[in-house]
Every structure is written in C-alpha cells, then in structure tokens.
C-alpha cells in the first residue's frame, strides 16, 4: 500500500519550462503567476560546497560563464548572466541558490522536486550536501522536498543525510532491475521519461508501494495517454498548455 502522497499532479519543468531561462527565481516568479504550485530543479555544488540550481555539469550553455561550474567558487558564480541567453527580457537574471528558491518556495507553500546533477565524480557529496540543505530549508515544513536523481550514489548520499526525505529514482526507460534498484534506495516514486512507461509497468510501480511520475510531458496526446495508464505525476514545460489544478490533460 502506497503511503499518502502529498503533491500535486502537475510540476512546472526548471521553473517554467522553456518559457524563462530555467533554475532562475525568475522562471519560478512566472511559474507561480501561471498558477503552478509545485517546480521541478536541477541542483549541484560549486566548489566550495555552495548548492546552487544549474542543469548543465558546464556553465556555457545557460549562462555567461565557461567551464565547469563545480570548479567554481559561489562568489565567482553569484556574479554570471543566467538570463540572457534566453532573451534580453532576463539579462542579468542571476545563479540562485538552493536556499534562495527555498525561501521563495516557503513563503508562498510552493514545492519542490530537486533533481540532484552532480558535477562527475562528486555523486554522493553532492547527494548528502543537497539533502541537508533541503533538509534544513524545509526543516518544519508541512510538506517536503521530493529529491530526485539519475544517480543512485546520490540517492544513498541523500538517504544517508536526510533519511526522513522522500526520494525518487530517476530513469531513462526502465533496466533490469530498476523497481529493485529503487526498493534499494528506499525511494517513493519512480520517474520515468514519458514514452517509455506502459499501463502493465506503472501498475507495477505502484503494485510496489511506489509511486508513478513521468517526465517532461509536453503533448495533450502523451499526458492523456499517461493518465489513461493511472500515472502519478507529470512534468511539462508546457506551463501555458496544461491546467495544474486539473488531474485530466
């Protein structure tokens, strides 16, 4: 039997999906002003053990910066520009912190679903670290954070720091022994990328006490399909497509 489930349905992608540069205070602003109450991250250390929101291991993508972002310090990092490539309406948008969204987060009883994206080789530090700031921002907290990760050594960083947090795994289809895998781990949920969910392998998942999610879902036609099969939860860019008070696509 599967243990209450607190959060909601729906959870904005980055933020605000494609629509604001995403891991910004900014992209979450317009998130919530769309109505979302529960945001997806991406969450990793600088150098000196700073846990801020970047999806890339590399800076150069998303911001003005070059290199890799763990071989940074925060002070170095607090300066780039995280809002210009994405248009000149964010220019100078800034890094954020885990404990700026945090606090964002708090004041208005929004979610988070923090994936832990560990710079290579620092998985588990980057697990525990992330799961005790978590741990701490959200300490009192009716609901809270749902930490998420590719990496099953940040998984058991994240357990071996917060073990009272809720934890999924996340997949790219489904291994031989992933429900194990994720058993292992104590995790909750299971997050899937989309096509690679069936009705037979969510109904496994939750036939497991675990619960069903379901990434990034950008099409009516998917998240239909999706619901049909019973899911959980569903991640989407589409913030100005789906309703995020509704269960129905």
Request: hydrophobic share 40%; net charge negative.
């Amino acid at each position: 039997m599967s243990a209450p489930w607190p959060y909601p349905f729906w959870i904005a992608h980055r933020g605000a999906g494609k629509l604001a540069p995403e891991n910004t205070l900014a992209a979450f602003r317009l998130g919530a002003s769309h109505g979302w109450r529960m945001f997806e991250c991406d969450a990793k250390l600088s150098a000196d053990g700073v846990v801020i929101l970047l999806h890339d291991a590399t800076l150069q993508r998303t911001t003005s910066g070059q290199g890799t972002a763990g071989d940074l310090p925060w002070s170095t990092l607090a300066r780039l520009d995280a809002g210009s490539w994405h248009s000149r309406q964010y220019a100078g948008e800034p890094l954020p912190t885990l404990e700026n969204v945090t606090r964002f987060c708090r004041a208005s009883d929004w979610l988070l679903n923090i994936e832990i994206k560990p710079t290579p080789g620092t998985d588990r530090a980057t697990g525990e670290e992330v799961a005790r700031v978590a741990a701490l921002c959200w300490a009192q907290a009716a609901v809270p954070p749902l930490l998420t990760s590719f990496s099953p050594k940040a998984l058991a960083g994240a357990r071996h720091a917060a073990p009272h947090l809720p934890r999924g795994l996340l997949l790219d289809g489904l291994p031989e022994g992933w429900l194990d895998e994720a058993r292992s781990l104590d995790c909750g949920a299971v997050v899937n990328q989309h096509t690679q969910w069936t009705a037979e392998t969510v109904e496994q998942t939750q036939a497991a006490g675990l619960r069903a999610l379901s990434y990034t879902v950008n099409e009516p036609e998917a998240a239909r399909r999706l619901v049909g099969f019973g899911i959980d939860g569903i991640i989407t860019d589409r913030i100005d497509l789906f309703a995020p008070a509704a269960r129905s696509a």
